[in-house]
């Protein structure tokens, strides 16, 4: 089985986020595991026992969604500024499907949809019971609401986050990138819908000459699959 991996610049901006909300780290800094220069891709423990850290007191999802939101496209690496060079946002979405890679093996994209609206599906390596799953997932949720506003600016994210379990403290926390947001529920799904005709908007980021350069920049940065 390959070992899950996570990219660096994701725990480096947990620890500056957990910094920032006065969370005692000593513990995890001083770990035997923590690597003494954080770049590239780190093994997912690393990230784990950050995000141990960062949780405290507070419900594991939601310290994921908190922190989702301060990750917008700069902290997403060569992905990042490749769809933000994208033509459309189902242009971006499909650039991450392929090469989420680049930045984790932790989790995996699925993007399907018709017509009328567009699902992305989180599928997560990691299982129910370890630490992290829950986290992972809403912070990526609440990357995407983050994301929507720096693609287009003022623009607020209007898409339902179905999540497996119960979302009653998710749904009432007060963040203005969540005010489009509907929650709901399903069993074992954790998942993005949109309007296909808001994936299908042009993007004011759109540079086609420089997402060909990310995407090879992108393809070179794939792991070699074992």
Not at 67 to 75: A, D, N, R, S, V
Not at 94 to 106: C, I, S, V
Not at 133 to 156: E, N, P, V, Y
Request: some cysteine.
């Amino acid at each position: 089985m390959t070992s899950l991996y996570v990219s660096a610049d994701y725990v480096s901006t947990l620890l500056e986020h957990a910094e920032k909300k006065g969370l005692a780290l000593d513990n995890v800094l001083t770990a035997d595991t923590m690597p003494t220069v954080l770049t590239g891709l780190v093994p997912w423990p690393v990230m784990a026992a950050v995000i141990h850290a960062c949780i405290g007191q507070q419900d594991e999802a939601l310290a994921g969604l908190e922190f989702g939101l301060t990750l917008g496209i700069t902290h997403h690496g060569l992905l990042g500024y490749a769809a933000r060079s994208a033509h459309t946002p189902l242009e971006a979405l499909l650039l991450d499907e392929k090469y989420l890679a680049t930045r984790t093996n932790a989790m995996r994209f699925r993007v399907m949809g018709d017509k009328d609206n567009i699902t992305l599906h989180l599928e997560s390596a990691l299982t129910p019971e370890m630490i992290g799953w829950r986290f992972l997932h809403l912070a990526t949720l609440g990357s995407m609401a983050r994301m929507c506003k720096d693609l287009f600016h003022r623009q607020i994210l209007t898409a339902t986050f179905t999540l497996p379990f119960a979302v009653d403290t998710l749904a009432s926390y007060n963040d203005e990138l969540l005010a489009g947001i509907h929650w709901r529920t399903e069993p074992k799904v954790f998942s993005m819908t949109v309007a296909a005709s808001m994936l299908s908007a042009i993007l004011p980021t759109g540079d086609a000459t420089l997402k060909q350069l990310l995407i090879g920049q992108c393809e070179a940065a794939m792991p070699a699959a074992n």
